[in-house]
């Protein structure tokens, strides 16, 4: 059974950082690109950032390129998300996901392709 874990959501003012962590277990993390998606209140869960198992390649949705960082550590079985220059319009549950397939050398930004969730963090930028 997959479990994943995300932490590090909270409350900041506009222009501050945060770094969101999440924690796998129960299969091979190394073998599995990774994602975060986020959910505002009264809209859709979106693609934010994903990374391919090897960290070769990043993806990012464009409102957050240049200030969001995805990466990952598979030694600790984690993936990150930086995000710096935060924004109101960030505030959401942010949730990572873990892909249905090994080994894919692309970043898919479909959800449904994603077979395993997080419980979500929150996120809460002020003006």
């Known amino acids: 059974q997959v479990q994943l874990v995300e932490s590090g959501g909270g409350l900041v003012q506009a222009g501050g950082s945060l770094r969101l962590s999440c924690a796998a277990s129960g299969r091979t993390f190394s073998n599995y690109a990774m994602g975060w998606f986020r959910q505002a209140p009264g809209k859709g869960r979106e693609f934010v950032a994903g990374i391919t198992w090897s960290s070769g390649t990043t993806r990012y949705v464009d409102s957050v390129k240049g200030r969001f960082t995805i990466s990952r550590d598979n030694a600790k079985n984690t993936v990150y998300l930086a995000m710096n220059g935060l924004k109101p319009e960030d505030t959401a549950v942010y949730y990572c996901?873990?892909?249905?397939?090994?080994?894919?050398?692309?970043?898919?930004?479909?959800?449904?392709?994603?077979?395993?969730w997080g419980q979500g963090t929150q996120v809460t930028v002020s003006s």
């Open positions: 996901a873990q892909d249905g397939q090994p080994w894919a050398n692309v970043v898919v930004t479909d959800r449904t392709l994603y077979r395993y």
